[in-house]
């Protein structure tokens, strides 16, 4: 081409953008060649965002399509669940409601619960709490008698700071927050009708699990789970960025360590059966609801409750 075209305007000729496309990422060469151009610059410039710079971009993706499938039911437990902006979540905005991706797993468990026994006036005991996002959504829809956490301790210091900041004083006041070695002491002597799990029984040690499971088995009525329902090792979901040995860390926890390809739902759901059973605290528990968990693939959440005559 002449100095003289490169000037001359083309009548259908491409903008400045896409003129620097065509030479730095879809060139001849790469146009030659279709190995693996859906998962490269290529493509990542004609139909789909690079998904390394752009999580952010998928996740929002994620919440918005998500959260605009929410029933009425669930846009009012959000509604009323206050000061979810506490923390500054990756948010966006469905039907004039913002929404974050915690919350609206939050109102999903919730929704599967409350389906299943009666929240108002329930004693529950929730292992492993994170921040404390189900304990608020929980709070904020049901008159729940008492709410416990049993966590580590960095981690109960921040749902403490957190859950103090977004409930009122008197939803705040029936929360009772127990260290990790303490819970023979403040937890195995109660009841509570309600015990919840969710995502944390598969980042324990199987030995820890199965004492917590026997906790359950003595002290609740009902018994709430939702985890993974195996493990993954496809380098190309996170780069495996946080080294060999935290892999292999993540590979050795949990009861349910089958290796599996998370995506295929056949693959997933061949794992269910395990799954309800290894969750089951003991031969008296009957799984009275069991689903796959919003909103991951490999993800499933059920619902057990104690047999009180075969005890």
């Known amino acids: 081409m002449t100095e003289q075209a490169k000037l001359t305007p083309r009548r259908y000729g491409p903008s400045a953008q896409w003129q620097h496309i065509n030479e730095a990422h879809i060139t001849e060469e790469a146009a030659a060649d279709l190995a693996g151009f859906k998962s490269n610059a290529v493509n990542f410039k004609l139909a789909l965002w690079n998904p390394e710079p752009n999580g952010v971009r998928y996740l929002?993706?994620?919440?918005?399509?998500?959260?605009?499938?929410?029933?009425?039911?669930?846009?009012?437990?959000?509604?009323?669940?206050?000061?979810?902006?506490?923390?500054?979540?990756?948010?966006?905005?469905?039907?004039?409601?913002?929404?974050?991706?915690?919350?609206?797993?939050?109102?999903?468990?919730?929704?599967?619960?409350?389906?299943?026994?009666?929240?108002?006036?329930?004693?529950?005991?929730?292992?492993?709490?994170?921040?404390?996002?189900?304990?608020?959504?929980?709070?904020?829809?049901?008159?729940v008698a008492g709410y416990t956490i049993v966590d580590l301790s960095n981690t109960l210091a921040l749902s403490r700071r957190y859950l103090e900041a977004v409930l009122t004083p008197e939803q705040f006041a029936k929360i009772h927050f127990v260290g990790i070695d303490?819970?023979?002491?403040?937890?195995?002597?109660?009841?509570f009708d309600l015990c919840l799990n969710i995502d944390s029984f598969a980042e324990m040690d199987p030995?820890?699990?199965?004492?917590?499971?026997?906790?359950?088995?003595?002290?609740?009525?009902?018994?709430?789970?939702?985890?993974?329902?195996g493990k993954y090792l496809d380098e190309t979901l996170d780069g495996h960025s946080q080294g060999a040995d935290v892999v292999q860390l993540a590979l050795n926890s949990?009861?349910?360590?089958?290796?599996?390809?998370?995506?295929?739902?056949?693959?997933v759901h061949e794992q269910v059966a395990a799954f309800v059973s290894a969750y089951r605290p003991a031969a008296r528990w009957q799984c009275v609801a069991q689903h796959r968990a919003v909103s991951w693939s490999y993800y499933w959440q059920a619902l057990y409750r104690a047999d009180p005559v075969s005890r």
């Not at 303490?182 to 009841?191: A, F, I």
């Open 60 to 143: 929002k993706a994620l919440t918005f399509a998500l959260g605009m499938q929410l029933t009425p039911a669930n846009r009012e437990r959000l509604r009323r669940t206050r000061n979810r902006e506490v923390g500054t979540p990756y948010s966006v905005r469905c039907n004039g409601e913002s929404v974050c991706l915690d919350y609206l797993q939050a109102v999903h468990e919730v929704e599967f619960m409350s389906a299943q026994l009666p929240l108002d006036g329930a004693r529950v005991v929730e292992i492993g709490a994170g921040y404390g996002r189900t304990c608020h959504t929980m709070l904020s829809n049901h008159e």
């Open 207 to 229: 030995g820890t699990v199965r004492d917590y499971l026997e906790l359950i088995d003595s002290t609740c009525g009902h018994f709430y789970v939702n985890n993974p329902v």
């Open 182 to 191: 303490d819970v023979d002491e403040q937890v195995r002597g109660d009841r």
């Open 254 to 267: 949990g009861l349910l360590r089958d290796i599996i390809d998370i995506h295929d739902s056949d693959a």
